[in-house]
């Protein structure tokens, strides 16, 4: 059974560190620049810190993908070609693209540039990975987190490239690439600007002794005084439909699929993301020795090991405090 | 108002609801009536929905081509399921009608058969290196995302002149009604009702506009329509006619809601025309309408009228 590779965040110099140092067989990173969808201020590389970090990994026998992740936009497409560039100079070990132009550019200039389909591109059937496979052969596709276990394994049934899924991290909702409903409310998005619901466009406020939260202007939820009050995203607040006040799209929680691993595994999924580039060093530190010694049980015939204090940690260290098995499970549907 | 030669072709997205059988049909043969140049057809928001079955959709079809009007078929968004891919294969595959690629398994198997197709909004085309790659394999229209603002459009046709692509393709701007802003795997109407996805006792079709959801102060937000989220409000770009104009646009779409189509259609009309002034739409409309999009800005900015 060929190996299963645990693919994890590095949105800094040190998170680098932790995962490399804790058994992370690559990790991905991003430019400090809006070319990633975590375009958050103070995270990602600069070209100095780039180059430390690859320097890092490499010696350790760790991987490097750069996640190039947005979409280009008209008379900014530089921006985009400079990263492919930069990855190929760099010798990086692949391209995590989405946008038609970005994988174009890089197919044609830097033909062993191996190219991962990112999670924005939305495929979620074996014709569309069939269609990047042949337009710019694409080697991987990250899938989207909307797809059921089963929906999994008939992908991979039928295989047309390597796959990767979302083990652990935040959950989207949405499907990823095909959500606007932060540059509705800010005007800007996951596609165009690599961010969601941007903190720049926050707002709290107090009234009657209540917490209110704001995104853009747009209220995102209220806070009774003792409830804890969580980050504004916009699909995790809570809004009035017909006559009820809830999380009309979503309750803050988190992915975990770490039950699934056999399954994974024997369905023949090339590696296993963990999300999170915009979290600390610390907790890409635990989550990837946690993943690294599930894999490593389930690669060896074990099951998954029981050990209820990595599951609490992965608990405390989710959202919500609360894990979902999230569209992999039906029901949750 | 200038006198305008060239009206830019007045079009009717597909119908992003789920409306009983009788309304679907009575709806279409109303349609033949109107001014509108070209109509979208098909189910393309969930497969669980079938108000028509394919052979029905194509009777629809050549009706409206008998009256006239170019009609293209629109696959589905969310493609999931291998019944779900099939439906879209087996849409591609026909040959009487032009077809609408919504996802990039349509795009699959479009260009496998090295067939002319129109790209909608959901292909997340923001580039003209990116608009190239389809060009070059058979596009030949296209709907811009929703999001794009006027200054991006005008850069990419800049960038497409600048980069000796060939012949630019038809852009058709989504230009009035509820936007489409993201789909999941979730259904929040079902989820509304109480009721799971795979049980959901088709609550979609209470809403022939979508289900509402508001802020807890009370502002219209967005729309619940199954697994899609639209806008609250409805867009109306008709006001910025003279800058669409000047882009080159060649369509407008205006996206079906439950009432009140053909005197849409009809003030569009005018409009394009030049024999009316844009707040004819603003006024058929009857509720407010947002544009910040087009403006770079956020999209549910309230719009001029």
């Known amino acids: ?333 | 108002m200038n006198t305008p030669t060239n009206r830019p072709r007045l079009a009717l997205g597909p119908v992003q609801y789920y409306w009983p059988r009788e309304d679907v049909l009575d709806f279409y043969e109303r349609m033949a009536a109107t001014p509108v140049d070209t109509v979208y057809l098909g189910e393309t928001v969930c497969s669980k929905r079938r108000a028509l079955r394919p052979a029905e959709w194509v009777e629809v079809g050549r009706a409206l081509a008998r009256a006239g009007k170019e009609v293209v078929m629109s696959s589905l968004t969310l493609v999931e399921a291998g019944s779900e891919l099939g439906a879209v294969r087996r849409l591609c595959e026909q040959q009487e009608f032009l077809v609408e690629a919504n996802d990039y398994s349509a795009v699959a198997f479009l260009t496998e058969r090295g067939v002319p197709f129109v790209g909608g909004p959901a292909l997340n085309l923001y580039s003209a290196e990116s608009l190239a790659v389809l060009v070059r394999r058979g596009l030949m229209r296209w709907v811009p995302p929703v999001e794009l603002p006027a200054e991006g459009l005008r850069r990419l046709l800049d960038d497409w002149q600048a980069g000796d692509y060939g012949p630019v393709p038809d852009t058709e701007l989504f230009a009035l009604g509820r936007m489409p802003l993201a789909w999941s795997a979730r259904c929040f109407t079902a989820c509304a009702h109480g009721r799971p996805k795979d049980d959901c006792g088709f609550v979609c079709m209470e809403y022939p506009d979508g289900c509402g959801l508001e802020t807890q102060d009370g502002e219209p937000f967005l729309t619940l329509n199954g697994i899609q989220t639209q806008s609250g409000r409805p867009l109306n770009l008709l006001p910025q006619l003279d800058d669409i104009r000047a882009l080159g646009v060649g369509g407008l779409r205006v996206s079906p809601v439950a009432n009140r189509v053909p005197e849409l259609l009809e003030e569009c009309d005018r409009v394009l025309r030049g024999a009316a002034p844009a707040r004819a739409v603003a006024a058929a409309l009857d509720e407010p309408a947002c544009d910040g999009y087009w403006h770079g800005a956020p999209g549910l900015r309230p719009g001029s009228v």
């Not at chain 1, 280009?72 to 070990?93: E, F, H, I, N, Y």
């Not at chain 1, 005007?187 to 107090?206: K, L, M, Y």
Request: with cysteine; hydrophobic share 40%; glycine share 10%.
């Open chain 1, 1 to 333: 059974m060929p190996a299963m590779e645990l693919v994890c965040p590095a949105g800094s110099l040190p998170a680098l560190r932790a995962a490399v140092d804790h058994g992370a067989d690559a990790v991905y990173v991003g430019f400090r620049n809006q070319t990633n969808a975590r375009g958050f201020p103070g995270l990602n590389f600069d070209d100095k810190g780039m180059g430390r970090g690859v320097e890092y990994a490499r010696r350790r026998g760790t991987r490097v993908f750069l996640a190039l992740n947005t979409f280009a936009q008209a008379g900014r497409g530089r921006m985009w070609r400079d990263a492919v560039d930069a990855a190929a100079d760099l010798g990086l070990d692949a391209v995590i693209a989405a946008d038609l132009g970005v994988l174009d550019h890089a197919s044609r200039h830097h033909p062993d540039l191996p190219l991962h389909l990112s999670v924005q591109a939305s495929a979620t059937t074996p014709a569309a990975l069939r269609f990047y496979r042949d337009a710019f052969g694409v080697r991987r596709a990250v899938l989207p987190r909307v797809l059921a276990m089963r929906q999994v394994e008939a992908l991979a049934a039928e295989r047309p490239l390597e796959l990767e899924v979302f083990g652990f991290g935040s959950l989207c909702i949405m499907v990823e690439g095909r959500c606007l409903l932060s540059s509705y409310a800010t005007g800007e998005s996951p596609n165009t600007h690599g961010v969601c619901s941007p903190a720049a466009h926050v707002r709290w406020s107090e009234r009657a002794g209540r917490r209110e939260s704001r995104l853009g202007g747009v209220l995102i939820d209220r806070y009774a005084p003792e409830e804890p009050a969580g980050y504004p995203t916009l699909c995790k607040g809570r809004f009035r439909v017909g006559d009820d006040v809830y999380h009309a799209l979503e309750e803050p929680t988190s992915l975990n699929t770490l039950d699934l691993l056999p399954r994974l595994l024997a369905t023949g999924i090339a590696a296993i993301k963990i999300e999170g580039r915009q979290r600390s060093p610390a907790y890409v530190a635990q989550v990837t020795a946690i993943w690294r010694r599930a894999i490593d049980a389930v690669q060896r015939g074990a099951t998954v090991p029981e050990d209820p204090e990595a599951r609490a940690q992965l608990s405390r260290l989710s959202e919500g405090s609360q894990t979902t098995l999230g569209a992999y499970d039906r029901r949750w549907q």
